[in-house]
């Protein structure tokens, strides 16, 4: 079965950089999550899109800036990064439709230096 | 908002023995509950689920059983493989909104 896309794998960047993380969700999937992950951490929720609306919001600094395109794909943009955005970056896809299950993709592990 | 706590780790045990690893939930309502497994170096699989009280989600010989009295959805193996070595995440979700996740149960299972 088809599952969630992520690219690039890995990435490396220095500080004050950009960087473009990219998330190809399940086909037939419309609703779109993405989640950090530091260190030893469980997941923290950064955003969310339905239909190609941001659907709700975490904690996303305002460097960081996402959007859903018309063929449901995700994009993350990470701007002015900083030694702490160093982390594995998660996209989900699910349905718009209940029970919500989210499905995973491999990660991006970012490390800024 | 909703929470989730999972019992602190890591949790270490020798191949066949019996696991439970804890884990309640504070919700407003009544979330959907899952376990999602992390193996080293790799992303989050979704283990188990269940959307109601008294649903028993099962997959790969864990279960976990939710429990709306306790407000609990424990995860348990009868007999654990090495292969089972993993993190383990409690979550919760409401509707069509983000995952909260408990801290993580980091699991190794010696020989």
């Known amino acids: 079965a088809a599952g969630v896309i992520q690219s690039p794998r890995h990435l490396i960047k220095e500080k004050r950089e950009t960087a473009t993380l990219k998330c190809y969700p399940i086909?037939?999937?419309?609703?779109v999550y993405w989640y950090q992950q530091g260190p030893g951490q469980d997941p923290q929720f950064l955003i969310s899109f339905y239909e190609k609306m941001q659907s709700d919001k975490g904690s996303i600094p305002d460097r960081f800036s996402a959007q859903q395109f018309s063929d449901y794909h995700s994009e993350l943009n990470m701007s002015s990064l900083e030694l702490g955005d160093s982390a594995l970056y998660f996209c989900a896809s699910s349905t718009g439709q209940g029970p919500y299950e989210q499905y995973f993709g491999p990660g991006t592990r970012l490390t800024v230096t | 908002g909703n929470s989730v706590t999972q019992m602190e780790g890591p949790v270490t045990l020798s191949e066949e023995a019996f696991l439970t690893i804890n884990c309640t939930y504070t919700a407003t309502g009544y979330p959907s509950l899952f376990w999602y497994v992390q193996y080293p170096g790799e992303g989050l699989q979704l283990l188990l689920k269940?959307?109601?009280?008294?649903d028993k989600g099962s997959n790969k010989g864990f279960e976990a059983t939710y429990r709306k009295e306790t407000t609990s959805f424990h995860l348990e193996k009868g007999s654990v493989q090495v292969s089972d070595s993993a993190v383990y995440f409690c979550a919760s979700i409401q509707g069509a909104q983000k995952l909260v996740f408990g801290q993580g149960t980091r699991l190794t299972i010696n020989p």
């Open positions: 086909p037939r999937h419309d609703t």
């Open positions: 269940a959307t109601k009280a008294d």
